[in-house]
């Protein structure tokens, strides 16, 4: 792997070249962010919680890369898949929709969710993403409507939460987050839990939640 060192990446942002991806050893995992070690630079790199999950202090990590230039911060966001990558994007090309939300949303639920919810126009599913309102998530929904690429689109076949399923997790989410728990942390892990069929019920979901936190 060539040696990423300051003249290469002061090139890099001069030219407004993209970081396409970063590849490391895993140094540290924080809340939202794990700081990976390239070519003597330690880059700290925002990450959805899935992609969190799965980066491994130590272990060596290939990350889908942005690089979100701000008047007070340049900041790189990375994931493990590809899809995710092109929906955080996407999202933030919405009115009022920064890089915080556009991770929240990746935190919360997958891109084809995500998509699927775009595509059925679910404004309600989009606005229980944390610092998502319904005026945004109409937004999305408008702006973004057309614009899914066809490989995402795909998610117009995703499973919809049922009704049931939508209320177990908001009363779950709320219940955890009566107990002190943070509230991106919380949803994210309700949502795994109900996507990956665990539980439908508010109290299943707070217990196995529970388990997972602690």
């Given amino acids: 792997m060539p040696c990423l060192n300051a003249h290469t990446l002061r090139s890099v942002c001069d030219n407004k070249t993209v970081i396409a991806f970063v590849e490391g050893l895993v140094v540290t995992v924080k809340e939202t962010s794990a700081v990976v070690a390239v070519g003597g630079f330690g880059l700290e790199i925002f990450c959805p919680r899935p992609s969190l999950e799965r980066c491994k202090t130590g272990q060596l990590v290939r990350l889908e890369t942005a690089l979100v230039i701000r008047e007070d911060a340049w900041s790189i966001y990375g994931f493990h ?13 919405v009115s009022g929709v920064g890089p915080r939300i556009a991770l929240a949303a990746l935190s919360t639920y997958n891109p084809n969710v995500l998509a699927s919810a775009i595509l059925k126009e679910d404004s309600k599913l989009l606005a229980s993403v944390s610092g998502v309102g319904k005026k945004t998530a109409e937004r999305i929904i408008l702006e973004l409507g057309n614009k899914l690429p066809a490989h995402l689109s795909v998610g117009k076949g995703a499973p919809r939460p049922a009704p049931s399923e939508n209320e177990a997790f908001r009363d779950a989410v709320e219940a955890l987050i009566s107990l002190g728990y943070r509230d991106a942390q919380v949803r994210t892990v309700v ?12 109290e299943g979901l707070i217990r196995k939640a529970l388990a997972k936190l602690r």
């Fill in 191 to 202: 949502a795994n839990l109900l996507e990956g069929g665990a539980e439908n019920t508010a």
């Fill in 81 to 93: 898949e590809a899809d995710a990558l092109e929906l955080f994007k996407l999202l933030m090309t």
